[in-house]
């Protein structure tokens, strides 16, 4: 009978949770966010794409 690989790798604190922290969320939104901005030369989809980011965290 064959026996699976034992597990090396355990993630605890990040996978944990199933969230991520709003700042981090922050962090990578905003590249996308300028570039958005410099593309589109507009505010409004920077709103749009905050938008989206606030209602992926729940607020």
Known sequence: MAHPA???LVRTRERSTGRRHPLVA???A???AVLLLLVFDGW???ATQASSVGEM???
């Open 6 to 8: 034992p597990r090396t």
């Open 26 to 28: 922050t962090v990578m």
């Open 30 to 32: 905003l590249p996308l």
């Open 44 to 46: 409004e989809t920077v």
């Open 57 to 59: 965290l729940g607020r």
